[in-house]
């Protein structure tokens, strides 16, 4: 870009693809036959996106429920560890509870409530910390 008032200037393109895009014709193909506009493309899928959406839907229940599960048996874990040795009624009830919050975000997690169940992971793994900073 030059400092000169009078040159003219098109916008600056960052893709390569829009580059190559804006290059060609938009009605022609490398076959030389124009596009249609009005036929559909066989080529493309409008079901990729939802079919991709739905996979990571999925993926973040499982991802929930299965996180919620295993930080809620092992907060269950280490509240039964602290029972059966001495330390204060509270670190075990900590643990308990954190546990317990933990398992409410695994069943969030499994019905679809994916960013409710993280932060009541996030939560009840700060009750389970904070009850071990008393042990």
Do not use: H, K, N
């Amino acid at each position: 870009m030059s400092g000169r008032a009078d040159s003219d200037t098109d916008p600056e393109i960052t893709d390569p693809g829009a580059a190559a895009a804006q290059d060609t014709e938009p009605e022609a193909v490398p076959g030389g036959e124009p596009i249609d506009a009005d036929e559909p493309d066989d080529d493309a899928e409008p079901d990729d996106d939802a079919d991709d959406a739905a996979e990571g839907a999925r993926r973040a229940r499982w991802t929930a429920a299965g996180t919620g599960t295993v930080l809620a048996l092992a907060g269950l874990a280490a509240a039964l560890l602290r029972l059966t040795r001495s330390a204060p009624a509270l670190v075990p009830a900590a643990y308990a509870g954190g546990a317990a919050v933990c398992a409410g975000a695994a069943v969030l997690g499994s019905r679809g409530r994916t960013r409710r169940a993280l932060w009541l992971l996030i939560v009840g793994v700060m009750v389970m910390a904070l009850g071990d900073q008393f042990d």
